[in-house]
């Protein structure tokens, strides 16, 4: 298997520290699409993950093609806890891998969802559910690779059933855009 050693292009921005390498690399699920991220941004196609201080939130900014790391919890990336850090890191990279498909659903369904605000809901949350679902992979090949429970976004402390609430909710969701698109994301 290959794996993460934090000195890649794509991390030019950040420090990675062992404690998240070490939950990283027990992803297969993650390192692959890292991988990618990486050779994307050596072949110049997306940019390096950069670091927004002054910004709130963790993103997959889409126009300008990177992840983006701004305050989260009203911390710094490098001041949250490696658990914290890595689930959002799988979370975002999960909108990554799915960015074809969304535009693909923007073009074919951008004039509609202008119009119809559920459609253009439904899609929104579809968008979300892929990353979700994402994050959730990640963090359950994590812990069953004898890593830690990372965070899955969308979750929260006291809500200890929350990986096995947004999995059938994302599938739900998921099968509901289908049902209006004809299309879904195996389409």
Excluded at 78 to 86: G, H, M, N, Y
Excluded at 138 to 159: C, K, L, P, T
Aim: net charge negative; proline share 2%.
């Amino acid at each position: 298997m290959s794996v993460i050693t934090g000195k890649e292009a794509m991390f030019v921005n950040v420090k990675i520290t062992q404690d998240e390498l070490d939950l990283i690399n027990r992803s297969p699920t993650l390192v692959d699409p890292l991988l990618k991220y990486n050779n994307d941004v050596l072949k110049e196609a997306v940019h390096p993950i950069q670091v927004s201080a002054g910004e709130s939130g963790m993103i997959w900014d889409a126009k300008i093609k990177t992840i983006q790391f701004g305050r989260y919890d009203n911390k710094a990336y490098d001041q949250l806890e490696s658990r914290v850090f890595v689930g959002v890191l799988s979370h975002e990279i999960g909108h990554y891998i799915n960015d074809a498909h969304d535009r693909d659903i923007n073009r074919q369904y951008g004039a509609k969802m202008r119009e119809d605000f559920d459609l253009a809901a439904v899609i929104g949350v579809n968008k979300e559910r892929e990353a979700a679902y994402n994050n959730w992979l990640v963090a359950r090949e994590i812990f069953q690779n004898n890593g830690q429970q990372i965070v899955v976004r969308g979750d929260r402390a006291d809500y200890v059933g929350a990986l096995e609430y947004i999995y059938p909710h994302a599938c739900t969701l998921g099968n509901r855009l289908s049902a209006r698109t004809g299309q879904g994301r195996d389409s």
